[in-house]
Each structure stands twice: as C-alpha cells, then as structure tokens.
C-alpha cells in the first residue's frame, strides 16, 4: 500500500479502476468520482447517470 | 512533526523526576535501552515522550483513580507550572511541553514527535480484546467507512431500480389488462390486439364529432327552450282574464257607491281631502280658507276630518278601481314581453339549426315553430320525436368522447410503464454489477490488508518461537460485522483463539508481535518505539531472540526505547553479550529518590571501560581497581559455577577475594586453558591458546602479599598499593578479554562434548569437567 494514500482513497481508486474497465464510469470522470466515492460523496443519484451515461458511451463505441 | 535524530530527554517536576533529569541519546544509536529496577524512572521517561507527543499520560489511567488525572502528572511537592519537559534534536531544534494553566501547550507545535507506545498492562489487550475492540486499533489502516457509504449509495440505486422494473412492469400489465377491458367493449376483434386497436382509435380525427356535439348542444338548448312556452302562455293569459273580471268588478262597486251618495260626492271627497291637507299644514286659523268667515272657523279641522269619515266608502271603493285597473295593465305587458322572448327563442332555435351542417342522422320537423305563440304547442307536439333523437345523438357521442379519452389515458400510461421498463431493464444489469465489483474490490482490499498485517506477525513471532508464527496467524474482517476483526493462531494444527491455548509468554510475545505489525504498517521512519517493561514473562532462552527481533525492527523506526526491569539484559549488555555491531545505546537507572529523582548509571561495558582506564595516559589507578575488582568478581563467579567448585552460601552475592580465588583448587587451575579463535582472509581457524593458572597464581599473590584476602571485590581500590595497582588491572583484563568474547559472550555451552564454547564458537574453555 502507498504511504500517501488513506486506506479509503486506494480502495476508492481500485474500486474506481474495476468499474471504468467494465464499461461503467467513463474515463474522463474517473478522476473526479474516485475522490467522490473516497469522501462518501457519492449518491444513488450520481451512480445512476454515470453508469448510465457510461453504458451508452460504451454502446455507441 | 520532526524526523530528526534524538539529541536528549529533559524531564523537570515531572511524575517520578522530581528534580530535573536529562537523557542523552548517543550518536548514531537508534536504539536505546533503559534498564532499572523497579521504581527506577523507566515508566516516567515513558510518559515524557507520550506527554509531547500525545499531551496525555497514559501510565495513570485504568488505575481506578478516575477522570482528572492532570493534577498527578507534575512531581510531588512541584508545582504543575514547574513541569517542563523537552525533547531536542541532533540538528538542535527540540518540542518542549509546560503546562499553560490546566493545559498542556507544546512549543513549537510542529516538532511534537509521533510514538508508538506499548506498555505492560496493554501488550495483551490486543489478543484477548473483543474483536471489535481489536477492530479499533486496526481500523485506522482499513478505515473505509467513507467508501462504504458511496458503496451504499450504489446499493440503494440498485434496489431503487430494481424496485422501479417491479412497477413498470406491473403498471404496464395492469394499463395493458384495463385497455384490452376497453377493446372488449368497443367490439373486440381477432384481428388486431389492444394496443393496436388502441393506438388507432387514438389516432381517428375527433373534430367532426366534437362539433357536431356542440352544434347538438345548441339545438338540443334551443328546442328544450321552446318548450316551456305553451305553459307561461297559458298562464299569463289567465292571469289577465282574472285582472280584467276584477276590474269589472271594481267599476260596479264604485258606482253603485257614487249613486247612493250625493252626485257631488266624489267631488266633495276630493275637495275635503284638499282642506284636510291644508289644515294639516295650517292648524287653528283664525277664518275659513274657503269662506274667510271668522264664525265657522274655530273646530274647522275637526269638523273636515268628521265629513271624510262619512264619505269613506266612496274613496275606498275608488282605490279599489284604480288597483284593478293597473293589475289589468301589468297583466298585459307581461304577455307582450312574452312575445317578445318567444320571438328570440325562435331564434335561437333558427340558429341552432343554421349554424351546423347537419349530416343524415339529424332530422328536423318541416316547419319552424310557428310565429304565433299560441300555435306553438300544436307544433312542440309534432317536433317532440325529433327533439328526442337529438337528445339521443347527443348522449351517444358524449359518451364515445368519454371512451376515447379512457383509451388515450390507459394507452399513454402503458406506453410510459414500457418506457420505464425498458429503462430499467437496460441498466439494472449494470448497477448490479457494478455494486458486485464494489462489494468484491472492497473484500479483496480489507483481506489483503489484514493478510499483510498477520503475514507480518507471523513474520516477527517466528523470530521469536521458530516454526510457530509463519503462515500461521490470521486475522480476519467478520463480513457481517465489519468492524470486528477475528484473531486465529494454529496451535498444534488446529485454528484457535490464542488466548484459549497459548502460554502467558507465548500470548505476550504474540501481543508484542501484533503491536510492532501494526506500528510497522505506519511511517516508521517518522515514529519513536517505545516498549515500557513488556517483556516480564519471557524466559532467558527466549529473550534473546526476542531482543534480536526488536533489534532488526528498531532500525525501521526513527528511534527505538525498549525500558525493562529484567536483569539479564543489564547483565548481556555489561558482560558483552548484546553484539555492539547493532549500535545499542545501554542506560542504566539507579536509586531513586524523592529529592533527586532519577539517576542514571554509566553504560559503557565493564570490560571496555578497564581497558580504556588502563590506556590512559596518566592512569586513574583507584578507578582502574575499583573496575578491575568487580570484572574479577564476575570472571571467578564465572568459573567457580561453571566448575561447581565449593564457596560459602550467602543470602546476598558480596564475595571476598579470599572466598572466591581459593575456590578453584590446584588441579582445575592447572587444567583451564582458553582458546580464542578468528578467522583469517581464507577463512582458517585461528587458534591462540591461554593458559589461566600463570593469571590466577599471580592474582593470588598479590592478595596474598597485600593481606587482601579479605577485602571485598568492590573495595579494592583502597587497599591496593599503587604498585601493584596497574598489573593487577592488566592481569584482570587479560583473564577477562580471554574468557569473554564482546561479540558472542561467554563459553558456557558443552556443545562439543570435550569443552565449553560460546554462541560464536570464538572462545572454547578446557576442561569440560573439572578433574576429580
Ligand atoms: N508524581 C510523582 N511525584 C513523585 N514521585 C513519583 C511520581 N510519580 C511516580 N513517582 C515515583 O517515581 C519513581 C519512578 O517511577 P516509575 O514509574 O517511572 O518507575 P519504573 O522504573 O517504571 O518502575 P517499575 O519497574 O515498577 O514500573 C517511583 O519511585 C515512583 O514512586
Ligand atoms: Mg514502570
């Protein structure tokens, strides 16, 4: 584990990674949603539109 | 926070120093070893650095002394304003912590060191805590609670869709059931299904019929509107007949009144009427307003008023006419107004009808009402059936227009539920998945970490107790509790709690292995380690090896202070047995006292300080006795046990010189020879061999000579004649250096079977068995 990471933000961005590589969080917003699912910012809301918008990305590809 | 190397610990006024102590810490050791029998100081020093560190002193609580545990943390007899304790630096920067009033402050803030403490009563709190106090101490390296709630959020998402498909889909059966309900009604046929036949009839254009129904409304308004006239005609005309039989009536009474009274009597009637209205607004004149006679005048009012009376029937039979006169006028102009709304309905009646284009299905009657009201009701009688069929055409397409907005209704919620269904369908898969890889990435995450942190005890217990901490420590997350974490050790190839099958030692070393495993996991490099007295219940074959793994592991952390009361440990560092390659700083504490509080021993090794003493220049030869004296203790204390040679029995360890030397008799004495042996570039043994008896003869005679049979070892010095001073020193040093290797100790192991040998195989002692 890296020194500079809290345990939440590695797990955050594992988790983050895991997603974006199944087709469900779009590259461009990784970044953002990682340090989002780290702080516990993220709501039911916010997962639906991604994943949504996501998958239709990943649709049109 | 600083990472510089320590310099020094002051402690002023605070807990057990009293007066003011300073440790220094030596250059380049990162570890420092505080030995000190009980009550010594070794706890105090302790809480000095958790006092900077954490502003707290944790030594004092759990003793059932209760909150408001600052007020012991100065010295007795100071003064919580004299306490000052600072921690400086090799670079001299340094954190020094007062009391501010009842606060502890920390100057400057930033240089507060980070430690990790364990002291004794805590070391197996870890291992018999419950697991979700055991979860406690662990959390802070798996503390994923803020993940958890967006994990959570992704949960509810999930359920939130899910719950959303159950409903869509169950809106769109139950729209699909209510509008096949509608098809059944309208005519259901095999062809085509309700939602076809639905979105069809939609979809027909539905002006036509819209305003055909309100053309239909005007009609249907206008014909109900000629009917109500028959019977206001009737009624009117009725009350006309009555007027006018009234006023006949009215017009006999009146004159047969008049005929009976004088024929001026209507005038009369009105002329005294005049008067009387004069006389009302002239009372009491003093003439006739009529004659001017004075005569008649007096009681004229009274006298008007009497013949009005009499003349009575004709005024009301007057007023009666008049009323019945103007009731046969309002009688009148009541049917000519009828007339003339019966002119507007008749209008309204032609509009209705002109207004539409009327398809087949409308008839009307041939004629238009007639202009005459009193024809009308003949008319209503032959346009009654068609009044009817409008009436009827009317309802039937309000009601039609009813059903097509039902349908309309039903198919857009149908069509929604679909929407929304298909909605779901598509990313319900997806939010379950991606909850999955939460749920798993998250389990790997927190099991990888406890793997780490038990790998890592295993990984220090095995140092300790070969073969039994390898891969054979596991500490576990409960999945359903989270935060608890499950601690297992195989005992003898069985999974069990530690607490359960372990010994006191083994539980403790286990406690320590756990504490220095998570201490590890953290920046140690930025931490001092303290151990205060945690190794009480290790055992003499043990502590070695628990020494040697704290050694490994102090070289990670930024300093290491292991404090102990166990006298071995003084005992392997004083006689060499701690190997100096491993940069350890030795402290001893020694006698206590309230007015001087702690007191530190000097730490240098016995026999390195002899030869330093001896190499001086200008040689301190008392000091050179007084440490010769007590090596010489230590080496015949050696010997005498190791042969089991006979001295007298004691309570307490004060030999004299002429207790111990005479001890080893003539023939061990000839016998013992120590051999040294090193290494040379190749790698060949080395030996040079020393015989003991020339030593101790020659040791022997100089006591012997002295008359210092007697003497105590620790006396010496002021017994000895300076002559024999220095070759007394040489002589112990000699003996001493040749028996004790710095590295690896004494030669107290019959490994070999023909002599005794040390840990390194640098000393091999003869004989092995001292000759009978
Ligand atoms: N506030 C205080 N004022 C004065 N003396 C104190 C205070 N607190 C502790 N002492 C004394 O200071 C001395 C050192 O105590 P300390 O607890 O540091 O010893 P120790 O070496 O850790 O002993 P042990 O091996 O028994 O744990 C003891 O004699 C103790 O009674
Ligand atoms: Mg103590």
Same mark, same amino acid.
């Given at each position: 584990m890296s020194e500079d990471l809290s345990p939440a933000a590695a797990l955050a961005t594992k988790i983050g990674s895991a997603i974006a590589k199944a087709g469900m969080m779009r590259d461009e917003r990784k970044a953002d949603l990682v340090a989002k699912i780290a702080s516990g910012e993220m709501s039911a809301a916010d997962w639906k539109t991604e994943i949504d918008l996501a998958v239709e990305k990943a649709e049109q590809a | 926070m600083s990472a510089q190397p320590l310099k020094s610990l002051r402690l002023t006024a605070f807990r057990g120093s009293s007066s003011s102590f300073e440790l220094p810490f030596e250059k380049g050791r990162r570890l420092t070893l505080v030995y000190g029998e009980n009550g010594s100081g070794k706890t105090t020093i302790c809480d000095g650095f958790e006092f900077l560190a954490k502003g707290d002193v944790g030594s004092l609580a759990d003793k059932g002394m209760g909150a408001g545990l600052k007020k012991y943390w100065h010295s007795l007899g100071k003064l919580p304003g004299d306490v000052e304790v600072t921690l400086t630096h090799t670079d001299g920067s340094s954190c020094t912590g007062r009391f501010a009033g009842v606060n502890p402050v920390f100057d *400057?803030? /930033? %240089?507060r060191p980070a430690i990790e403490l364990l002291r004794q009563k805590q070391i197996t709190a870890l291992i018999e805590a419950v697991p979700s106090k055991r979860y406690d101490a662990i959390q802070r390296f798996v503390d994923i609670a803020e993940v958890e709630k967006s994990e959570q959020a992704l949960k509810q998402a999930r359920d939130e869709m899910s719950s959303d498909l159950t409903s869509a889909q169950s809106e769109e059966s139950s729209q699909f059931e209510n509008l096949d309900d509608l098809y059944e009604v309208a005519g259901k046929s095999d062809d085509i299904d309700a939602i076809t036949w639905a979105k069809a009839a939609v979809a027909a254009p539905a002006d036509d019929q819209s305003a055909e129904l309100t053309a239909l409304g005007n009609l249907v308004g206008a014909a109900g509107g000629l009917e109500a006239y028959p019977a206001l005609v009737e009624q009117r005309n009725e009350a006309l007949k009555t007027a006018q039989t009234k006023f006949a009536e009215t017009e006999q009474v009146l004159a047969d009144v008049l005929e009976s009274a004088s024929s001026a009597a209507a005038e009369t009637v009105e002329l005294l009427k005049v008067g009387k209205d004069f006389l009302h607004a002239h009372p009491d004149p003093e003439v006739c307003p009529l004659c001017e006679s004075a005569e008649k005048a007096v009681g004229l009012a009274q006298l008007v008023e009497t013949r009005l009376g009499q003349l009575n029937a004709v005024s009301t039979a007057q007023e009666q006419h008049q009323a019945s006169k103007r009731a046969v006028q309002y009688a009148t102009s009541a049917i000519e107004e009828l007339k003339l709304n019966y002119a507007a309905s008749r209008q309204s009646y032609a509009s209705a009808k002109a207004d539409h284009e009327w398809g087949a299905t409308v008839q009307f009657p041939a004629d238009d009402p007639p202009e005459d009201f009193d024809d009308l009701a003949t008319w209503l009688d032959g346009a009654a059936v068609f009044a009817e069929a409008w009436r009827n055409r009317e309802a039937n397409l309000r009601q039609g227009d009813q059903q097509r907005q039902a349908v309309e209704k039903a198919l857009g919620r149908f069509q929604q539920a679909k929407t929304r269904k298909e909605e779901a369908e598509r990313l319900l898969p997806h939010l379950e998945a991606a909850h999955k890889i939460c749920v798993e990435t998250r389990q790997a995450f927190t099991n990888a970490i406890m793997a780490e942190i038990a790998g890592k005890v295993g990984e220090l217990y095995e140092k300790v107790h070969p073969d039994e901490g390898l891969e054979k420590i596991a500490l576990q997350l409960d999945p359903k509790k989270r935060s608890s974490v499950d601690l297992q050790a195989n005992f003898a190839g069985s999974d069990v709690p530690p607490p359960a099958y372990f010994s006191q030692s083994h539980l403790d070393t286990l406690g320590l292995c756990v504490f220095l495993a998570l201490a590890l996991r /953290?920046? *140690?490099?930025e931490k001092i380690l303290i151990l205060d007295d945690v190794l009480g219940s290790v055992d003499e074959p043990h502590v070695e090896r628990v020494i040697g793994m704290l050694y490994e592991i102090s070289q990670e952390f930024r300093h290491t202070i292991i404090t102990t009361h166990y006298r071995p440990w003084r005992e392997k560092f004083r006689w060499g047995r701690l190997r100096p390659d491993q940069q350890c700083q030795f402290v001893e504490l020694t006698n206590w006292a309230l007015d001087g509080g702690i007191r530190m021993k000097s730490t240098v090794p016995e026999i390195a300080r002899l030869q330093k003493l001896l190499g001086e220049e200008d040689p301190d030869l008392q000091a050179i006795c007084g440490k010769a004296g007590v090596i010489l203790e230590e080496a015949l204390d050696f010997l005498t046990l190791q042969y089991q040679c006979s001295v007298p029995r004691k309570h307490v360890a004060a030999f004299t010189l002429g207790e111990l030397l005479p001890a080893i008799k003539s023939a061990l004495r000839t016998a013992l020879k120590v051999e040294t042996v090193s290494r040379d570039d190749e790698g060949e043994e080395q030996i040079a061999a020393l015989e003991l008896k020339p030593l101790l003869d020659e040791l022997s005679q100089i006591a012997q000579t002295r008359n210092l049979? +007697?003497?105590h070892f620790n006396s010496l010095s002021f017994d000895l004649l300076d002559a024999d001073a220095m070759r007394f020193g040489q002589l112990v040093e000699q003996l001493s250096s040749a028996l004790v290797?710095? /590295?690896? +100790?004494? @030669? %107290?192991? @019959?490994?070999?079977?023909s002599y005794w040998q040390n840990g390194g195989d640098t000393r091999r002692l003869h004989p092995l068995q001292k000759p009978s």
């Open positions: - | *400057p803030e /930033e %240089n /953290e920046t *140690p490099s049979m +007697g003497a290797c710095q /590295e690896h +100790g004494w @030669p %107290n192991r @019959p490994k070999t079977g």
